[in-house]
């Protein structure tokens, strides 16, 4: 690699009360997180320099980030990056690995995997319709259930009933979608996890790991 200027990708995680940031919020935090750290930014030309940080979709407010992909140009490579971004980043929104790499995320992800955790007794699973129709007011997308949400299954985990499905992401809609249907009443604790990124078949994180240099906290 050009040691002159490098890519980094680095994977956060958001949890916490942060998880209701909003992107803006997110992206605005993670880039103070940059220049604290004293990463070696590579900045746009301009009147108004802006450092050359890219990210993948974001989570709806709310969700539980797992798979905060960052993309950050550097001027050169710096081998204790990790390091100082985990000791200047604040709490909720934390870095646990770093790629150098060659590789553009944003062309070779082509969904995600979420998870849906549920109270037991909120949810009666045989209402689930693959075929149902839905209409998405926000997206003004309509289709079938699977079209926006695949690969779903569940499972049971002491009085969490679980539910883990795949998104591609031309047809990313919020998880209510799928969840309320199967809801027997209020479910007074409903969490929605975005776990993974996917390039084909896949994990981001074995993708990048495989053709890259990680560090691993």
């Given at each position: 690699m050009d040691v002159m200027r490098m890519r980094a990708v680095v994977r956060y995680k958001k949890t916490g009360l942060l998880r209701f940031l909003s992107a803006i919020e997110t992206a605005n935090a993670i880039e103070r997180n940059l220049r604290r750290a004293e990463a070696p930014?590579?900045?746009?030309?301009?009147?108004?320099?802006?450092?050359?940080?890219?990210?993948?979709?974001?989570?709806?407010?709310?969700?539980?980030?797992?798979?905060l992909y960052v993309t950050v140009l550097l001027q050169r490579y710096d081998e204790n990056l990790l390091d100082r971004l985990r000791r200047t980043a604040v709490k909720g929104l934390e870095p646990v690995q770093l790629w150098w790499t060659d590789l553009d995320v944003n062309r070779i992800v082509n969904g995600y995997l979420f998870r849906v955790l549920l109270l037991e007794d909120c949810v009666d699973p045989s209402r689930f319709d693959p075929q149902r129709q839905i209409f998405i007011l926000e997206k003004n997308k309509s289709g079938k259930l699977e079209d926006f949400f695949?690969?779903?299954?569940?499972?049971?985990?002491?009085?969490?009933?679980?539910?883990?499905?795949?998104?591609?992401?031309?047809?990313?809609?919020?998880?209510?979608h799928l969840y309320q249907p199967i809801l027997v009443k209020e479910c007074p604790l409903v969490l929605v996890q975005r776990l993974e990124a996917i390039c084909g078949e896949g994990q981001l994180s074995e993708v990048l790991g495989a053709k890259s240099w990680a560090v691993e906290c």
């Open positions: 930014l590579e900045f746009s030309l301009g009147f108004h320099k802006k450092p050359k940080v890219s990210f993948l979709d974001p989570t709806p407010t709310g969700v539980f980030n797992l798979a695949k690969h779903v299954h569940f499972e049971k985990v002491g009085k969490f009933f679980i539910v883990v499905y795949y998104q591609n992401r031309e047809n990313l809609v919020r998880a209510r």
